[in-house]
């Protein structure tokens, strides 16, 4: 049977093409099953560069460039353009296999040659070369052809080498600019986590180049799953794998591991892989949760896609954090009356008007969450000597004794009402969980970490037996949204020795990254292990546009470039559901939701995270952007006493570390904003700019 595969480059432009030609597209692969007269179908390409490429009409007006094979039936679709643009496209480009990795290659031999006759003049007059520190040998080792090699010890600047990225094979490149950022050879394949073979791969062998190149090439049976594919192409390509994410996905752990990494470095999609994975081994049941529903519903949407064997797929529970602590919950009691967030801060301020005690109602609140329920305090005589490690008030015997009243009276009320709230169902689950000898799940996987509280990950640790493999999460504290701080080593999860990290973003241009990160310059941030978390190192390899930045007088004024910015995107091309706006608070977004309207432009207010509309601006706040991502993206609103707003912030005189961390995170709920954004991003203000913007100076 002849198999089709969609080169990954292809998948990303199929998106761009007019939905006519995307349904002949369709329409003409969907006939490709027919084996024996898979040939029939394609037609020679008079002289193209290689002889295993082939066209086949699409209509009158589009071909598209197929690869081939001289034995086997892999047959890969690389491109679909017009008539006389696809013929051209043949005529300049060649495949290989890499002879290190053994996956397939695409190139534009004849821009390589162009490139390299020009760059070779001007290494003439050059004292050195870029990669004089390097051997042909070591070159050839990790993969480097002799038209590549050639190439690059033509290069005397690093600024050639990323102007080439777009010329040169995937893999290659990757090589070539991990030895050019200082990498040792060793160091490029423990980074890039490539498959090394002492004896390489038949290089004319592309159908088995094919087979190993799930990175590069989605492999379909039959018409179905082809049409699967073209109905969901960028979310299907978010679920294969680069080859460092893979090592992750793929190693066995004696215990808990952990991945990290900056944004769009594919944490999630490692998540998905592990899940299944595990699943597939078959050694038991499989959780895999995150903090919210929004989320969970996004990582359950992700596996159905990935997962095709039912069986695998009915071992992978996917449940937010809350929504299995419930379901616990309700195995041993009846359905529980939730204290409401309003409900609660009002029990807490009678509790301190009862008993005049000089706290306030937050502390007190927060004291409970991070103090005691994190650390399963339950007696006078074990607050007293709780570590209070970041609490930034210290607290003497006495007072200490003041707030244990408080918080036994607060506890004590819950029990009179015969009320809880997630915290205390939280608790209870756990509880429920230790006390059990046949532990629900094998294995639990964990996205988002960062935003998990100790009483959610105490529930975790109590929900899977402690084995090899048993925990493997996946987060970055510089996208920590949420008040919750957390040491993995004291909820039981040690990842000393299992951990790796992810360094490059997928989804953000360089230039948007680049200034991203600046919001965070001069920023401490823990790594959830008792240590510091770097995110030095994390780059894109795509080009862009840099952010546009600008304040305005008037919220008016602000609105008004808002409308313009947006409707210069859509005559651009781009699609109104690629196009994003994230704004600090629900008043804004209602705000922001009447003057699209009125402009006449459509849009959707986000109301769980995610849409169901293709063709509407999507407006929401910056919480609800978490896990999402836009072509384009407008962050209005970035102003002075609103990013960060007033209440979101602890004073500084009542708890002085509180302040600072209540300041950082909403300092990275900004950073998770803006790195929504793939292509372009805009951020404004009107008055007085946000302190968070000063680092961009």
């Keep these: 049977m002849a198999r089709l595969g969609i080169d990954k480059d292809f998948l990303r432009e199929f998106t761009k093409l007019e939905k006519q030609v995307q349904e002949r597209v369709s329409q003409t692969l969907a006939k490709f099953d027919q084996v024996s007269h898979a040939g029939a179908h394609l037609e020679k390409i008079a002289n193209a ?62 821009a390589v040659e162009d490139s390299l006759s020009g760059l070779s003049k001007l290494a003439e007059t050059a004292p050195s070369r870029l990669f004089d520190h390097v051997k042909d040998s070591q070159l050839r080792q990790l993969g480097l052809d002799e038209q590549i090699l050639a190439f690059a010890r033509a290069l005397t600047d690093s600024a050639q080498l990323d102007a080439a990225k777009a010329l040169l094979p995937g893999n290659q490149y990757d090589v070539l600019f991990g030895l050019a950022t200082g990498y040792t050879p060793e160091q490029v394949w423990a980074e890039l986590a490539a498959e090394v073979s002492d004896t390489g791969f038949d290089p004319d062998d592309l159908d088995a180049a094919v087979e190993r190149s799930p990175d590069r090439v989605v492999l379909v049976d039959g018409p179905e799953e082809l049409m699967a594919v073209f109905r969901h192409p960028l979310a299907t390509w978010r679920i294969y794998l680069h080859p460092v994410q893979r090592s992750a996905v793929e190693a066995s752990y004696n215990g808990p591991a952990r991945v990290t990494g900056g944004p769009g470095t594919g944490k999630t999609v490692v998540t998905m892989h592990r899940a299944h994975q595990l699943a597939v081994n078959g ?69 301190v008007t009862e008993l005049e005690v000089s706290f306030s109602a937050n ?53 009179r009402r015969g009320v809880w709230t997630h915290e205390t169902i939280c608790v209870e689950a756990t509880r429920l969980l230790e006390q059990r000898t046949d532990k629900p799940y094998r294995h639990v996987v964990v996205d988002e970490a960062q935003d998990l509280s100790p009483v959610q990950w105490r529930l975790l640790r109590a929900a899977v037996p402690e084995r090899p493999d048993d925990i493997f999460l996946a987060g970055d504290t510089h996208q920590r949204i949420y008040n919750n701080r957390v040491s993995l080593r004291d909820v039981g999860i040690r990842v000393t020795g299992r951990s790796s990290r992810l360094n490059v973003n997928y989804r953000t241009t360089a230039e948007i990254l680049a200034w991203s990160l600046g919001l965070l310059r001069g920023e401490t941030i823990d790594d959830m292990d008792e240590g510091l978390e770097a995110i030095a190192g994390c780059r894109s390899e795509v080009r862009g546009k840099h952010p546009w930045v600008r304040g305005f007088p008037t919220r008016s004024a602000e609105l008004e470039q808002l409308v313009t910015t947006l409707r210069e995107w859509v005559d651009t091309g781009i699609a109104p559901g690629e196009i994003g706006v994230a704004v600090r608070s629900n008043k804004l977004v209602e705000t922001v939701v009447a003057e699209l309207g009125e402009a006449g432009i459509p849009n959707v207010r986000l109301q769980g995270g995610t849409t169901e509309e293709d063709d509407a601006v999507a407006v929401g706040t910056m919480h609800r952007m978490k896990g999402l991502e836009f072509r384009c993206l407008a962050v209005a609103g970035v102003t002075e006493h609103q990013v960060p707003p007033p209440s979101a912030i602890t004073p500084e005189e009542e708890d002085a570390s509180a302040h600072r961390r209540d300041a950082q995170r909403e300092r990275c709920l900004l950073f998770v904003a803006c790195t929504r954004a793939r292509e372009q991003l805009a951020v404004s203000w009107h008055g007085g700019k946000s302190p968070f913007l000063h680092t961009q100076n």
């Excluded at 009158?60 to 086997?72: E, M, Q, T």
């Design 49 to 110: 560069r290689d002889s295993r490429f082939r066209s086949i009409r699409i209509s009158d007006f589009w071909r598209g460039i197929v690869l081939a094979p001289d034995s086997g039936d892999s047959y890969t679709l690389l491109t679909v353009l017009p008539h006389d643009d696809a013929y051209a496209w043949a005529k300049r480009r060649r495949a290989s296999v890499n002879a290190a990795t053994g996956r397939i290659e695409i190139r534009d031999v004849a």
């Design 283 to 351: 050694a038991g049941p499989v959780l895999m949760t995150t903090f919210t529903a929004t989320l969970a519903g996004s990582l359950d949407t992700g596996v159905r896609l990935l997962v095709e064997d039912d069986e695998v797929r009915e071992r992978i529970h996917v449940h937010h954090v809350d929504q299995f602590a419930n379901r616990v919950f309700r195995e041993h009691h009846e359905v529980p009356a939730i204290l409401s967030a309003e409900e609660q801060r009002q029990l807490w301020q009678s509790i």
């Design 363 to 415: 502390f007190l609140a927060e004291e409970w969450r991070q103090v005691v329920l994190a650390q399963g305090v339950d007696s006078a005589e074990q607050y007293l000597g709780a570590k209070r490690d970041g609490r930034g008030r210290g607290l003497g015997s006495r007072q200490r004794a003041q707030v244990w009243q408080a918080i036994w009276e607060f506890e004590s009320e819950l029990r």
